[in-house]
């Protein structure tokens, strides 16, 4: 398919081309169009380079071949990322003053922008008033996530992950029709794609459970596939409430509830169960935690000859995911999807311990994955075998980013809703 992806002058543009790759690596056929401005932050050359065709800011190169108006007419889709203040009103108001903006009123295919500005600027009455315009003509907002700035401010105002601005497009150019572009700004995610109005309730990273006010027992889940899977379904358009341990940076429209522990993360799994469509359980629970809390640190022996080492005696934990199943009984409730990490053994291989798993916990969907020392933890790829309770089905995905999982477990999790 044929992108054109616009970059005007922001801090933000050096994000731009991972895009660009994320774009070139499926295989579309990408022209870059960045703004005089957005020269000063990355260069012709790495555009050049990077998408393997002259890059051009105005509408005086190439003129036999009236670029103005055959690369908007030509494209599949746009995308402006970052779409600057500046380029927001010049889009409002149509304006045709570079050939970035020539290309957007001659398009006529899905057209994306990803603001992002320091907060003030965002938050502007004329930046609103801009978006607001171009929300209501159909160009599709996708909202600044919060986060750290250009400077030590942190707010509204930063381009969300490549892989998010990536997994909009790539849904937009599967179904461009997939979403009306009518909703206000600050709801433009929400409101569309096959999972609005549905809520969605994702567990990530790995639980803590403290030992003493310095030590926990943990594990090695990063929360990487759970953040995935909350972000591909925010992108969906559902509202999505993620409960973590994990520190990553939030997806686009999700909202987070921090725990530590497996009681609190219970807890707060259980407060959004009455209002969940779809729960999802990426979490990896501790399934023990220490016995007793000490609340000074625990000390070594000083006298010497003294080696000695306390023991820890452990209790186990609920098991949520159960729990979960159970509390939803007969009654209609949410979908409930788990996720098993196996490694295989001598008695069971990786989808035979799986098929068991799903069996014993109940849930609707297993998203088996094998984990290892060199596999999964950490990773931005992951491999999975997806099962579907009552089905001998299995759907094998991977080695993928762990954002491509997500949508392989949203497209089969929407069938269920
Ligand atoms: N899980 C849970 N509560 C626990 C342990 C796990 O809710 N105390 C959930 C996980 O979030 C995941 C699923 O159960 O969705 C499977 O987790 P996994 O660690 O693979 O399985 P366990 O139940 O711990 O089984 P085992 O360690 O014996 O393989």
């Known amino acids: 398919m044929k992108v054109v992806l616009g970059v005007a002058g922001g801090i933000a543009a050096y994000k731009a081309a991972s895009l660009l790759r994320l774009f070139t690596e499926a295989g579309h ?46 494209a599949d889709l746009v995308i402006v990322a970052p779409a600057t203040a500046d380029l927001l009103a010049r889009a409002a108001s149509g304006q045709a003053d570079d050939l970035l903006t020539n290309v957007l009123l001659t398009a006529r295919c899905p057209i994306v922008m990803a603001p992002a500005m320091h907060t003030e600027m965002w938050e502007h009455p004329a930046t609103q008033a801009n978006v607001a315009t171009l929300s209501e003509r159909g160009v599709h907002i996708v909202p600044p996530a919060s986060g750290r700035l250009t400077g030590k401010d942190t707010g509204p105002g930063r381009l969300p992950e490549p892989e998010e601005l990536y997994a909009v497009c790539a849904r937009l150019l599967e179904h461009p029709r997939a979403v009306a572009a009518t909703a206000p700004v600050t709801e433009v995610i929400a409101t569309r794609g096959p999972l609005r109005g549905r809520h969605v309730v994702v567990s990530a990273g790995g639980t803590r459970e403290p030992l003493d006010p310095v030590r926990f027992l943990g594990n090695r889940s990063s929360g990487k596939q759970g953040y995935a899977v909350a972000a591909a379904a925010a992108a969906r358009g559902a509202r999505v409430t993620l409960v973590t341990t994990a520190d990553l940076q939030l997806p686009t429209g999700v909202e987070a509830v921090r725990v530590e522990t497996a009681q609190q993360l219970r807890a707060a799994m259980l407060e959004h169960f009455d209002s969940a469509d779809v729960i999802v359980m990426a979490a990896a629970v501790a399934d023990f935690r220490p016995a007793d809390y000490v609340d000074t640190k625990i000390k070594k022996g000083m006298a010497p000859g ?45 989808l035979e311990h799986g098929r068991a798993k799903l069996e014993r916990k109940g849930c609707d969907v297993l998203v088996v994955n094998e984990v290892g020392s060199d596999k999964t933890f950490g990773k931005d790829e992951n491999t999975v075998h997806l099962l579907l309770q009552g089905s001998s089905r299995v759907e094998d995905v991977g080695p993928a980013d762990k954002r491509v999982i997500a949508d392989a477990i949203w497209d089969l999790v929407e069938t269920l809703v």
Not at 323 to 341: S, T
Request: aromatic share 4%; net charge negative; glycine share 8%.
């Open 29 to 74: 056929d990408l022209t870059v169009v960045p703004t005089a401005s957005a020269l000063h932050f990355v260069g012709e050359a790495t555009w050049s380079a990077l998408s393997g065709k002259p890059v051009h800011t105005d509408v005086w190169s190439d003129i036999t071949d009236v670029p103005h108006v055959r690369i908007g007419q030509q």
């Open 306 to 350: 003294d080696d000695s080492a306390p023991e820890i005696r452990l209790v186990r934990n609920p098991d949520i995911l159960a729990e979960l199943v159970r509390h939803r009984g007969d009654a209609a409730g949410p979908v409930i999807v788990g996720f098993a990490a196996e490694t295989g053994d001598a008695k069971a291989s990786v």
